[in-house]
């Protein structure tokens, strides 16, 4: 039954809109959560940690840490082959933006990126592996 449900999601997740636009109320999310998978393509981990929430950046100190958490731990988001935003939601100032990613292999990934904004901008709070079990 479990399986009947991942599948449903890829097929709902599918028939969202594939990409916001600068419209939209979800480019200032899509634009930070680029940015760093563009700064994780450059190796630039450093760069990468500064896209976190102070609060992560606390917690990981250096882009070398923040680096090795994300290669062991998310190596879909480190080494993407494409990057697909679907809807996102809003629960008071806290966001969600829902990603589809494929990776090197073929695999798809969905994950919720999980923002927060404070006078600096917009910033990744957490990211959540909601399945990756297709292929």
Not at 5 to 12: A, K, M, N
Not at 33 to 55: H, K, T, V, W, Y
Not at 70 to 97: E, I, K
């Amino acid at each position: 039954m479990t399986r009947f449900f991942q599948v449903l999601w890829v097929f709902f997740a599918l028939a969202l809109p594939v990409r916001a636009d600068t419209h939209t109320p979800n480019a200032p999310l899509v634009h930070v959560i680029e940015g760093q998978i563009a700064a994780f393509a450059d190796d630039d981990f450093a760069a990468a940690l500064r896209f976190a929430s102070p609060e992560l950046q606390l917690v990981f100190g250096t882009g070398e840490r923040f680096g090795t958490m994300v290669r062991s731990g998310f190596p879909m988001v480190y080494r993407p082959d494409t990057v697909t935003f679907l809807a996102g939601d809003t629960t008071g100032d806290v966001r969600h933006q829902s990603v589809m990613i494929r990776d090197g292999a073929g695999r798809v990934h969905f994950l919720d990126y999980e923002m927060g904004r404070d006078r600096t901008g917009w910033h990744i709070r957490g990211v959540t592996i909601v399945t990756d079990e297709f292929a």
